[in-house]
């Protein structure tokens, strides 16, 4: 009896393994798929100029735009996460030092980047959130882009993005962005230029940034991430709705609600708010209000 037991247990946990191990491999081969495609896709010429008002902007939306996170504060990239389960996950040096961006990494390769979230060969690149980049109009994105050309090269090699098999399921679940690509509306015309002015339409361009945190209506919600704190509501169903506009600036810029509460810049990142202009964190207190 305790044999023939032993016989079915061994059985099931022998089909649970192959059960596993196809599954496994499934999820990898379709996940490696959608990394390998090539995205036939050719990105809108723009015009570029580096006047200086406009690479003071690029540096400015550099800095708004929480690239300095992953690519670090030189350009020179740095490894962000490294993880024996779930991967590497390093944001590439952007110069053209060595270990950086190739010589003819040209004005359309950023675009491509930028705009697509694609590389060279257009295939897409990986955890590079350009979802939240793309609509920025001609003007900031040739100021982004151009501020970026004009750094100093910085000699650093960044290992490649690596998933290791945690970090492969979670990104073929959709629990990792990993794919930026598969969120951009590719044939988006995005404005020659927003004017910079404290209101709802500029408050709405600006918040696209808030988006992959607070989500699409800024509404909040449960993070992505296990163990993480939920995203609160931000719009005028949230905490907002009983600041003022002198509140909600104070709060984005030394990242303590009027209520006293301290937040985390790894949580809120509020050292990235804190650079906003006063025109543009007005502008964002416009829209969320209105939401
Ligand atoms: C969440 C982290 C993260 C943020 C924020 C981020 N990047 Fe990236 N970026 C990456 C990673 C990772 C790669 C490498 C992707 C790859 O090789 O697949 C990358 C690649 C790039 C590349 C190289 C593309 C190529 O063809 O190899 C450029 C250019 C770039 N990023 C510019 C920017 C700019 C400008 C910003 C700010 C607007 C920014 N990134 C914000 C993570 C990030
Ligand atoms: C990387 C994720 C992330 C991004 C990006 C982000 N936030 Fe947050 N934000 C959070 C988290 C998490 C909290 C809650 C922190 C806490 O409770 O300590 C928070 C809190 C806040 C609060 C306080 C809300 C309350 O009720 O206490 C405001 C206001 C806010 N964020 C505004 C913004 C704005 C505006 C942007 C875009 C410019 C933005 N956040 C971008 C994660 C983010």
Not at 124 to 141: G, H, N, R, T, V
Not at 222 to 234: A, F, L, N, R, T
Request: charged content about 20%.
């Amino acid at each position: 009896m305790i044999k023939r037991i032993a016989k079915i247990t061994l059985k099931v946990l022998v089909l649970i393994v192959t059960l596993s191990v196809f599954a496994y491999l499934y999820l990898f081969y379709s996940l490696n798929a959608r990394i390998e495609k090539a995205y036939a896709i050719e990105p809108r010429a723009i015009a570029f100029n580096t006047d200086v008002a406009l690479l003071v902007q690029g540096e400015h939306l550099y800095t708004i735009k929480g690239c300095a996170d992953c690519h670090g504060p030189d350009l020179g990239g740095k490894v962000m996460f490294d993880d024996l389960a779930v991967g590497v996950f390093g944001g590439s040096n952007i110069t053209y030092g060595e270990g950086g961006l190739p010589k003819d990494y040209t004005s359309k390769d950023w675009l491509r980047a930028l705009r697509h979230g694609i590389n060279k060969e257009s295939k897409p690149l990986l955890i590079m959130p350009s979802q939240e980049i793309y609509k920025l109009s001609d003007k900031d994105i040739s100021a982004l882009i151009a501020y970026c050309m004009n750094q100093p090269p910085v000699n650093n090699k960044v290992p490649p993005v690596k998933l290791r098999p945690l970090g492969t399921i979670l990104s073929a679940l959709g629990q990792i962005p990993l794919i930026s690509a598969e969120h951009i509306d590719h044939a988006y015309t995005a404005p020659v230029a927003v004017e910079a002015l404290p209101n709802a339409v500029y408050g709405e361009y600006l918040a696209v940034s808030c988006s992959g945190c607070h989500k699409q209506n800024f509404k909040g919600g449960k993070s992505e991430v296990p163990g993480m704190k939920p995203y609160p509501d931000i719009t005028a169903s949230g905490s907002v709705d009983r600041w003022s506009e002198q509140q909600f600036i104070q709060t984005l810029r030394t990242g303590t609600t009027p209520e006293g509460k301290q937040m985390k810049n790894e949580e809120m990142p509020w050292q990235m708010t804190k650079a906003y202009t006063d025109t543009e964190l007005k502008a964002l207190y416009v829209f969320l209000k209105q939401q």
